[in-house]
């Protein structure tokens, strides 16, 4: 079994920031693409923002230029890094990976459980 593990929400203020983290852990043999989604009351899930191992970051348009997703491979770790909040942000932020585990070298997508961030005006 594999688990992502979420943390780092809460309520800020407009303009303010938090960082959100994940640990994935389990019977890993790799991961691949590691990303940060959100899904807002009455909304459906989106993307904020995704990386691959050693790839290039990729961001909703909504976000660019405030979040920024960041990995440790060494520890199977994404962050993201939210500066600027609006309201608009506020969301339940799930993280997401592509892992091949141990058990079947088959590939599997994995979420966390979900932190929300609620940005008051």
């Known amino acids: 079994q594999v688990q992502l593990v979420e943390s780092g929400g809460g309520l800020v203020q407009a303009g303010g920031s938090l960082r959100l983290s994940c640990l994935a852990s389990g019977r890993i043999a790799s991961i691949n693409t590691m990303g940060w989604y959100r899904q807002a009351p009455g909304k459906q899930r989106e993307l904020v923002a995704a990386i691959a191992t050693f790839g290039s970051p990729n961001y909703a348009e909504s976000v660019k230029g405030r979040f920024t997703i960041s990995r440790d491979n060494a520890k199977n770790a994404v962050y993201l890094q939210m500066n600027s909040l609006k309201p608009e942000d506020t969301a339940v932020y799930y993280c997401?990976?592509?892992?091949?585990?141990?058990?079947?070298?088959?590939?599997?997508?994995?979420w966390g459980q979900g932190t929300l961030v609620t940005v008051s005006s």
């Open positions: 997401n990976a592509g892992v091949v585990t141990t058990e079947t070298y088959r590939y599997l997508e994995v």
